[in-house]
């Protein structure tokens, strides 16, 4: 076992949770009655475990949080949207919302699939701190909260809807966002206070800290429209999307952008 | 809105047309002050004139307030409808900060002249900064009046980014951040500013022991011909040697000897600890049947490394073996009248007189045996308001986080 590569594991995991998650997805829109949707829910459930019980496997074996690689972060990113979604249909029983989000957690599963990870034990000494784990996960749970409220917008922007079928999904955008940004907020203080123990100041417009900030500045764009135009559906569901654009720039898009050479932040693939 | 596309631009109420023409503007005066000034960088007066500045400027914001009110424009300062076109021109800004690279060399004169390599430091970033303080400002007061339990997390939002905004901008003149280059056994009380100037401190710092941690080493396989590392599906492969066995590219490793620190004699590893001596591992790697042993050794500044060569295409080498903690034991010394022993890592500075020391790297070309600690040393006075306003901030965020969206729809304060 010792001189297994850890992630060899992975495909088992991750098609068992895949095949969870297809199924409860499919059992959610095709059928309306109770115990098809109960059994859903704990088929989305089975799935979301399997990836806590590899990802804790992973975190003893490499002896380092698993948050450092791209891939790392792809499974947090699946394990929390997934959760999401069952809770937001546990919450509101929006049926299509946990399907997309089990969607998109299969979508993440696959890039993983296709791009096995050689994992690194190595942490530079910067990283470890105890403001590592708490920004991170602060970060990601943001993510997959604001990941699932521009599934609303998409929802929105494809599926012309009424009037009367929106008022519902976009309370729910506004919870997520609201619930999302909060998290966010946190993410980019405890990095900034965590940045002060390392390096001494609390801000330096690092790549990843200027694209951070720029995708804060979006959804505080999207609060504020909302805020002033209650009724305005249609630009406030743009706001929502460009700024997931914003947001998937800021995790993936800056490792390829000549700004951020040398960033402490670019994840190593 | 229908009579929003007929009213005439500056006709009372103003909207998100006015607020967009204000932040245009600003920007535009910004960029033309730049580049008038020949793209200078620019710097906040020190204390106490920052001080001065920071306080007549709430002296005249609050009284702007409470003289005009009532005043339509007060209105829409304090309303979305100016404060959108605002977020949206510092969002701008800070976008340039995210294509553009920053405190670099400037690579055009256009760039230079607009200053888009140092744009903190720039008149258009100063300026809308100056704008969103006020919008701020006045938005705090506008919701303050009458005062409201209702609107805590309002003024902790908005309230808490004004003070960070402000005492960031002020403090910037006063913050020292300075290098120093500490020898194991010798005193330094001078250091380096940014544009490597020596500043002479309060503080005499003495290098008692310079300590680093390593990893184990990792290996990999590099291709003979071009010496380069190996690419697996794109990307390099690494293995850590901590364990017996494993597994690179199809070879298979087992690691028959680990060395921590070894010296070369003959044609084997043995243990040494002396400066310079490095990590060795005898090593025997298996493929289709063929087995090769030998050592492998990641070398120093004073011995070469050594590769084993597995065929005529490949060889298996050991790469430098990265730090998983270096620190630093010191004896500091304060014109106060202090003498204290600490030791300082990353991530662990020590505060003293109200300096913070910081552990910042070491001679890596010497790597574990360097005698020379790098250490940052910063002053920064107004950090208290800071994390004052990130606290305010946090408290803000957690309101969000409990209560949400109001359950109005933001009908009731509408601006
Ligand atoms: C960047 C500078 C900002 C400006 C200029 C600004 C301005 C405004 C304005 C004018 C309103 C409408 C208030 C009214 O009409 O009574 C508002 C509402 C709001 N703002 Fe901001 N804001 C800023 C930053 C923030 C931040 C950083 C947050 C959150 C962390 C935030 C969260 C909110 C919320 C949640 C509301 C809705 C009002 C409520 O909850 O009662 N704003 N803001």
Redesign the pocket.
Known sequence: MEELNMWLDFPIYASVAILCWLAASGLFLSSGKKVMNQLAAGLSFTGTAFLLIFITILWLHIQRPPMRTLGETRLWYAIFLSGIGLATYLRWKYKWLVSYSLGLSVVFLIINLQHPETYDKTLMPALQSPWFIPHVIVYIFAYALLGASSLVALRNLFFKPTEKTITGPIQMADNLVYLGFSFL?FGLLFGALWAKEAWGHYWTWDPKETWAFITWMFY?VY??YR??HPSEHKRAMTILAVSFAILLICWFGVNYLPSAQNSVHVYSE | MSNENNRKTWAQPWSYREGTIVTAAILLLGFALQAAGGGIVLRVAAFPWNLVAGLVFLALLISAFVLWQKHQVMKWL???KA?LP??LGFTFLVLLMGFVKQDVEPKSALVRLLGLTHLVKTWPFILINLY?MI??GI?TL??LTPFSLK?A??FL??FG?FLVLFSTALGSSDMQRLRMNCYEDQTEWRAMDNSGKTVELPVAIKLLNFNIDEFRPKVTIIDNQSGQIVLNKGKNQFELLDRNALDLFGYHVDVEQFLESSGKVGDAYFPVNEPGSAPSAKVKVTKDGTEISGWVCSGSYVNQPEALKLNETHSLVMLPAEPRKFSSELHIQTKSGKNIKTTIEVNRPFKVDGWTIYQLSYDTEMGRWSNLSVLELVRDPWLPVVYFGIFL?MA??GF?FIYGK?KNG?TE???
Do not use: E, K, S
């Open positions: 907020t505080l609060i504020h805020f002033r | 304090g309303g979305v404060a605002a977020i969103l919008l701020l938005v506008r919701r609107n997390g309002f939002n908005h980014l901030m803000g965020a969000l109001p933001g304060h509408v601006a």
